[in-house]
């Protein structure tokens, strides 16, 4: 299940995006709470931050996370995902495919034809996840993530999926 995130996810949130497994893939460098608070605040406002669970349940822990971005005007059928991330407590399970079916429906209710996504050349296991959801491959971002805390570049692979 798929909802919005909230002020109440920021912990879960939080602590997917500083995970030293799960950071290196993603967005922002490691940082403290109290620095990453408007970063979250933002998302929350600009209405792009989901959070998935693998239940129903009502009171079931957050599974995964990810930001769905739509662009606008000429481009508004494309839709960015980013920030896709499991809990390190929940992986090897299947989830990851579970949450991409998801966010894959989710983007269709909202008329969107083509998803894109990037992720790190050397991230192999998100690639073959995001290719075995039906994503392609369509060429190399050089140079296009910047690790500031190891000084160096990343390459990444642009996928899209086509609805």
């Given amino acids: 299940m798929i909802r919005s995130a909230n002020k109440d996810d ?6 997917l995006y500083m995970h030293p497994e799960v950071n290196p893939f993603l967005l922002y460098e490691l940082m403290d709470e109290d ?3 408007p970063i979250f605040e933002e998302l929350l406002r600009d209405g792009v931050l989901y959070i998935f669970r693998a239940s129903d349940e009502e009171n079931a822990s957050p599974t995964g996370m990810f ?3 739509q662009l606008k005007h000429r481009t508004s059928h494309i839709a960015y995902l980013g920030g896709v991330a499991i809990d390190s407590s929940f992986t090897g399970r299947g989830y990851g495919v579970h949450m991409m079916q998801e966010i894959i ?3 269709e209710s909202k008329g969107v034809k083509r998803l894109e996504l990037s992720t790190g050349v050397h991230n192999l296991r998100a690639a073959a996840l ?5 994503f392609k491959r369509e060429g190399i971002l050089r ?3 910047y690790l500031k805390t190891e000084d160096r570049y990343i390459d990444e692979v642009l996928m899209s999926y086509l609805f």
């Fill in 10 to 15: 920021f912990d879960f949130v939080y602590r």
């Fill in 35 to 37: 620095s990453f608070r």
């Fill in 67 to 69: 930001k769905l971005i």
């Fill in 105 to 107: 429906a989710l983007a």
């Fill in 130 to 134: 995001y290719e075995k959801c039906g």
């Fill in 143 to 145: 140079h296009f993530t």
